[in-house]
């Protein structure tokens, strides 16, 4: 199935459909975001509300030259945890087959820090894999609101770094060829680097040996990378972490090796 809106090539971008964001019933409107209510802070604990953490995203995205394009959002235990996923463009970006993915998360019951990643999905499917060149983790201590803007700008900055390393990591699959054997190895691999569940390994094979798209059917290193990311759907808040365990095995396998990102 291909998840992408119809529009014309020449005047918009193709929006990736986000409902991969949770499950149907957790996903939720801007409004039910606004609504939800921050808790009290406390001398050693400031919580921030959702919309506070999406709206200074967005400022800094607007400032900085990008654009929002399509987004999604997820509401968990009874508001206390986010996660929204944001499609974003830059006039400095050429076109390319691969649309970008910002995911931001907040939390009211202490589970995890304000983050923000980035990552990307090919736009002839919705096969999401995050990056782990660019993070933000802030923990909601009493300076959060003071060092906010700061760390969400320095985490954007990181975004051009991370297109180019994206760019050459995917040319570098292209360029690997893969027997079954091989891929058959390091799907256990991968396993092994909890990349995936021991569940998921029959799951990776089949997309390898008979893929949904067609743009996967070459024998290389990117039809096997896109047979985990289609086998991810459905898990969003496990991603980042599967994602950065499964470029350590594929990265060193083709000999590919990240740049360190500078901060624009």
Same mark, same amino acid.
């Given at each position: 199935?291909?998840?992408?809106?119809?529009?014309?090539?020449?005047?918009?971008?193709?929006?990736?459909?986000?409902?991969i964001c949770?499950?149907?019933s957790?996903?939720?409107?801007?409004?039910e975001?606004e609504?939800?209510?921050?808790?009290?802070a406390?001398?050693? /604990?400031?919580?921030?509300?959702?919309s506070?953490l999406?709206?200074?995203?967005?400022?800094?995205l607007?400032a900085?030259?990008?654009?929002?394009?399509?987004? !999604?959002?997820?509401?968990?235990r009874?508001?206390?945890?986010?996660?929204?996923?944001?499609?974003?463009?830059?006039?400095?970006r050429?076109?390319?087959?691969?649309?970008?993915?910002?995911?931001?998360?907040?939390?009211h019951?202490?589970?995890?820090?304000?983050g923000?990643?980035a990552?990307?999905?090919?736009?002839?499917?919705d096969?999401?894999?995050?990056?782990n060149?660019?993070?933000?983790a802030?923990?909601?201590t009493?300076?959060?609101l003071?060092d906010?803007d700061?760390?969400?700008s320095?985490?954007?900055?990181?975004?051009?770094?991370m297109w180019n390393?994206?760019?050459?990591?995917?040319e !570098?699959?292209?360029?690997?060829?893969?027997?079954?054997?091989h891929?058959?190895d390091?799907?256990?691999?991968?396993f092994q680097?909890?990349?995936?569940?021991?569940?998921?390994i029959?799951?990776?094979?089949?997309? /390898?040996?008979?893929?949904?798209h067609?743009e996967? /059917?070459?024998?290389?290193?990117n039809?096997?990378?896109?047979?985990?990311s289609e086998?991810y759907k459905?898990?969003?808040n496990?991603?980042?972490?599967?994602?950065e365990a499964?470029h350590?095995?594929?990265?060193?396998?083709?000999?590919?090796?990240?740049?360190?990102l500078?901060? !624009?």
């Open positions: 199935m291909v998840n992408i809106i119809d529009n014309s090539p020449e005047t918009e971008t193709p929006k990736i459909d986000l409902r949770g499950s149907e957790t996903r939720a409107t801007f409004k975001v609504s939800v209510k921050t808790p009290e406390t001398e050693t /604990w400031r919580p921030i509300g959702h506070f999406i709206d200074k995203v967005k400022n800094r607007e900085t030259g990008f654009k929002v394009e399509n987004e !999604a959002h997820n509401l968990a009874n508001g206390q945890r986010y996660f929204g996923l944001y499609q974003v463009t830059h006039k400095d050429q076109s390319n087959e691969r649309g970008t993915i910002l995911g931001l998360r907040n939390a019951d202490k589970c995890f820090p304000a923000l990643c990552g990307d999905a090919p736009f002839v499917c096969n999401l894999i995050f990056h060149e660019v993070v933000l802030r923990r909601h009493k300076n959060i003071n906010l700061g760390v969400i320095r985490t954007l900055g990181k975004l051009f770094g390393t994206q760019d050459n990591r995917i !570098a699959y292209k360029d690997f060829d893969l027997t079954n054997s891929a058959n390091l799907v256990i691999r991968a680097a909890k990349a995936i569940g021991k569940t998921q029959a799951d990776v094979i089949g997309q /390898w040996e008979a893929s949904d067609p996967f /059917w070459d024998r290389n290193m039809s096997f990378y896109n047979a985990f086998v459905g898990n969003v496990a991603l980042p972490k599967r994602s499964l350590s095995v594929l990265d060193a396998e083709v000999g590919f090796a990240p740049q360190e500078a901060v !624009a």
